[in-house]
């Protein structure tokens, strides 16, 4: 007779989920985050692709944050494991995340409004042994603020704050960006640049994470969509199955469809 299984022994998956022979950039296993009573995120398994833009959407309190803040580690989960390009990311803090090539821009800038634009810009490049010269004009020239390098940060419009952060994390060459609602609060014209910024850097390889409320900027830069409802994955597609997925209508895009 074989030995009794351990039903609490959960079988962590392989590292090599995310290793570098895989499609894979970043895995979630059983993530699981819970406040108390409420399950935030509930047992989730998740994936994005070397490369790709996903969108990660669903209703106010599905747990998008919440998983973006498991996935950076501002929060620790209660269960479940998170995987990065072959590393087990779940015990490390979240600047040693960022050193192995996960960039994040929250939703409100983090700009350090005193300093000028390029000031602002050397600050992570003060992490990484890269050409500075090089990838400041490199930068300055992808997020269009060439112009403004000398301006202070704090005089820039929302929009070219949003530009500048991302550009501090794109001095640090990451494979994979996770943003948080990066056009919340702009002009038509700002969330233009945004997206022309993001599908800009997606042709160069850089894979995207995106939870986003904006579902005109979601059809505009978004190859694949993840559903969150109540912590759970809803549905996961291409952007044009999940807008026409009946059940995604009527309970996720309400409004906004
Ligand atoms: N620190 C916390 N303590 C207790 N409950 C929390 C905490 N953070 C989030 N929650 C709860 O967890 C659930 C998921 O919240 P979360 O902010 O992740 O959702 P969301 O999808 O990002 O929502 P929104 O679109 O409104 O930002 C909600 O019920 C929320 O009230």
Known sequence: MSAPEDINARQKPAVATTGSGTNVILATRQLTKKFGGLTAVDDVDFEVNRGEIRCLIGPNGAGKSTLLNLITGKLSPSEGDIYFDGNDLTGLDPHERID????????????????????????PLQRTDRNVDRVMAETLEQIALTEQADTPAGDLSHG?????????????????????????????????DVADLITSLHDDGMAFLVVEHDMEFVREISEQVTVLNQGAVFRQGPIEEIETDEAVRRIYLGENA
């Open 100 to 123: 192995t090539g996960l960039s994040v821009k929250f939703q409100s800038p983090h700009v350090y409004e005193n300093l000028s634009v390029k000031r602002n810009l050397q600050v």
């Open 160 to 192: 070219q704050q949003q530009r500048l952060e991302i550009g501090m994390a794109i001095t640090l060459d990451p494979e994979l960006m996770l943003l948080d609602e990066p056009v919340a609060g702009m002009s038509v014209d700002e969330t233009a």
